[in-house]
């Protein structure tokens, strides 16, 4: 079931979104081909530290987040991939690993990979491993207020 935070929230601004559901998965882009999404336009959420503070990234499920780029796209020091058991428990209403890509909702920056800005629309994990979030990218955007940057490379 979608994260009851999330659907409120996307409810309470009469946002229109479609659920869709799929088999579990291990990686986002098994998830698109498993929901039959192309890769650019499933989205991916991957924490990182930021000078020690916990940021969320949004890119195409087909990138990876590419940390010097990110470092200097931040700004930041030192930038590192934060590992699931240092974020778990800020999303305790998410399985683990599947949280959606509104950090908003849970009080830290979000940055979203420039590429995303041109898709019409975007699917993402619904905070289970087993349903999806489809909307308008613009209304996405409108309701993070994401921090846009070029952060990432296409995976092999």
Avoid: W
Avoid at 66 to 93: T, V
């Amino acid at each position: 079931m979608v994260v009851k935070k999330l659907q409120e929230f996307l409810d309470t601004r009469n946002i229109k979104y479609d659920i869709i559901s799929h088999s579990p998965s291990n990686t986002a882009q098994q998830t698109a081909a498993s929901a039959h999404i192309q890769g650019k336009d499933m989205a991916k959420t991957v924490m990182v530290k930021a000078d020690g503070a916990m940021t969320m990234t949004v890119l195409p499920s087909n990138y990876r987040v590419d940390l010097a780029l990110l470092q200097e796209a931040m700004g930041a020091r030192s930038i590192s991939l934060a590992n699931e058991d240092e974020f778990r428990n800020l999303f305790p209403d998410c399985e683990n690993g599947a949280m959606p890509p509104f950090g908003n909702l849970y009080g830290m920056t979000v940055l979203v990979e420039e590429r995303l800005t041109n898709d019409e629309s975007i699917a993402f994990n619904a905070g289970t491993h087993t349903e999806l979030v489809k909307m308008h990218y613009k209304d996405f955007e409108k309701l993070v207020q994401p921090e846009i940057r070029k952060f990432s490379v296409k995976l092999h």
